[in-house]
């Protein structure tokens, strides 16, 4: 099992970045792909980024692409989406999830822990 936490939300104005931060705990870091996704008010949870266990995939949403870039750090246990140009429709909260496997995934299905999110505000 694994235990994730994440940080680095908060309220940003519209073209504002962001970088979100997730720190894990308990299976070897290295051994599992990672992801984020996030969930509006109202919505169902959706796909963000996800990145493969030695960091050499990596794949994100349209809705993102061009603007995020999910990355990881094998030595500290944490992955990073770094979030640019933001807009008001990125407001979510957004959580880190641990894979089952090293592959990239972007089926909620295939992940097998995740954290307890951190809000993103980009008001209108």
């Known amino acids: 099992q694994v235990q994730l936490v994440e940080s680095g939300g908060g309220l940003v104005q519209a073209g504002g970045s962001l970088r979100l931060s997730c720190t894990a705990s308990?299976?070897?870091?290295?051994?599992?792909?990672m992801a984020w996704f996030r969930q509006a008010p109202g919505k169902e949870r959706e796909f963000v980024a996800t990145i493969s266990a030695n960091g050499g995939g990596t794949r994100v949403s349209d809705s993102v692409k061009g603007r995020f870039k999910i990355s990881r750090d094998n030595a500290k246990n944490t992955v990073y989406l770094q979030m640019n140009s933001l807009k008001p429709e990125d407001t979510a909260t957004y959580c880190c999830a641990a894979g089952r496997t090293i592959w990239i995934s972007v089926v909620e299905q295939t992940y097998s822990d995740w954290g307890p999110g951190t809000q993103v505000t980009v008001p209108s």
């Open positions: 308990g299976r070897t870091f290295s051994n599992y792909a």
